[in-house]
């Protein structure tokens, strides 16, 4: 009974983090050009908590203030005149794997939206601290190297929490084993009151000389 309460608590929502970041109001290139990327935000959700053994995500968007994305300052649109940007991101968090655990790269269209997401798995229980890092790569529309800039450093804590000293995988194994028990025991319970009443029956058939 207790491992399958267990089980069901695994399984419950998770509560999650939700921060809406702005960007920097001026970003400047080598080269001395000035631009803002205040047209769009930053939501970034990521676990309070994930169990031992069980999976957690970090979600980040990157979209448009304007509902379809139409409504882009000047100074923005001059730079999609001359780059195409692409947004590069790397999750680092010690103590838990990550998947992807290299750098993801998107390019952002001129009012598009741009999603990345990350699974984390716990590796020891305690609470863990990260960092997502997010650049912008810059690609000259006329060919040329592209200036890779830093944006964020965005600080990530969760917990990772065993139960009742267990990891998720030992509490389904618990839980499945309990499942069999019962059946065991069921069956137990079941089988000597039928061979009774066959016994009682055989007593009750008359002989034949």
């Known amino acids: 009974m207790v491992s ?3 089980v069901i608590l695994v399984n419950l929502p ?3 983090t939700q921060f809406t970041h702005t960007f920097p109001t001026t970003i400047q290139t080598s080269a001395g050009t000035s631009f803002s990327l205040q047209d769009y935000t930053i939501t970034l959700t990521s676990p309070q908590s994930i169990y031992l053994g069980a999976f957690g995500k970090v ?3 990157i979209e448009p203030k304007s509902a379809d994305g139409s409504a882009l300052s000047s100074n923005l649109a001059k730079l999609y005149q001359q780059y195409s940007p692409v947004i590069d991101t790397r999750l680092e968090l ?3 794997t990550v998947q992807p655990n290299d750098q993801i790269s998107e390019p952002l269209g001129e009012g598009k939206s741009v999603q990345f997401e990350w699974q ?3 590796n020891q229980d305690g609470v863990v601290s990260g960092t997502l890092w997010i ?3 810059l690609v000259p529309k006329g060919g040329g190297t592209a200036e890779n800039l830093t944006l964020f450093a965005l600080p990530i804590t969760s917990e990772s929490k065993d139960l009742m000293g267990m990891a998720v995988g030992m509490v389904y194994l618990l839980a499945g084993g309990g499942g069999l028990l019962a059946i065991g025991l069921a069956a137990y319970a079941l089988f000597p009151r039928r061979k009774k009443k066959l016994q009682k029956k055989q007593t009750l058939k008359p002989h034949h000389r």
């Open 120 to 122: 984390l798995s716990p």
């Open 135 to 137: 650049y912008i790569s």
């Open 14 to 16: 998770q509560a999650t």
């Open 59 to 61: 979600d980040l968007q």
């Open 4 to 6: 399958l309460l267990l």
């Open 94 to 96: 010690v103590g838990m």
